[in-house]
């Protein structure tokens, strides 16, 4: 009887001794929501500072923080999802890209969006950007926002 409780009692901890599957990953909320704290530091003459977080070959995930507004983008083979953690923002999407040039391959940037539309993202906010649509996050002075991006690959 003896062995059999102490088999049962080590069976019911195997599971706290298990390790995460391969390519599960767990970023906490607060954690996420903080992260300006860590990426200030870090931040570029352009006002913004980010983190990649992981990479899963059609997919990575990434942090950004800004306390600036940043360029107009159009990616034509990713398209981003943002989850706002912390901070309020302007979207402007669609439209096109004024000043357009490439800046890596299949990345293109430029000064502003023309005929764009504007929408208010907040802490919670969750947008799906699909590939080759433009799109530029505008922050009002002294804000600061913090978001995650997921960036998947359409190819």
Same mark, same amino acid.
């Given at each position: 009887m003896k062995r059999l409780f102490i088999l049962l009692f080590a069976a019911a901890l195997i599971p706290?001794?298990?390790?995460?599957?391969?390519?599960?990953?767990?970023?906490? @909320? !607060? &954690? $996420?929501?903080?992260? @300006? !704290? &860590? $990426?200030?530091?870090?931040?570029?003459?352009?006002?913004v500072a980010t983190e990649n977080l992981?990479?899963?070959?059609?997919?990575?995930?990434?942090?950004?923080?800004?306390?600036?507004s940043g360029e107009a983008e159009l990616h034509e083979n990713q398209s981003d999802v943002f989850i706002v953690q912390s901070g309020q923002a302007i979207l402007m999407v669609g439209g096109t890209v004024v000043g357009g040039r490439t800046t890596a391959p299949g990345e293109i940037r430029g000064t502003s969006i023309s005929g764009g539309e504007k929408k208010q993202l907040s802490v919670g906010d969750i947008v799906h950007i699909p590939a080759r649509v433009p799109h530029q996050v505008l922050l009002e002075g002294g804000g600061q926002f913090t978001y995650v991006v997921v960036k998947v690959d359409s190819k």
């Amino acid at each position: 009887m003896k062995r059999l409780f102490i088999l049962l009692f080590a069976a019911a901890l195997i599971p706290l001794w298990a390790a995460d599957p391969p390519g599960f990953n767990h970023w906490a @909320g !607060k &954690t $996420l929501k903080d992260y @300006g !704290k &860590t $990426l200030a530091p870090k931040m570029t003459a352009q006002k913004v500072a980010t983190e990649n977080l992981a990479n899963y070959g059609n997919h990575s995930l990434m942090v950004a923080y800004r306390e600036g507004s940043g360029e107009a983008e159009l990616h034509e083979n990713q398209s981003d999802v943002f989850i706002v953690q912390s901070g309020q923002a302007i979207l402007m999407v669609g439209g096109t890209v004024v000043g357009g040039r490439t800046t890596a391959p299949g990345e293109i940037r430029g000064t502003s969006i023309s005929g764009g539309e504007k929408k208010q993202l907040s802490v919670g906010d969750i947008v799906h950007i699909p590939a080759r649509v433009p799109h530029q996050v505008l922050l009002e002075g002294g804000g600061q926002f913090t978001y995650v991006v997921v960036k998947v690959d359409s190819k």
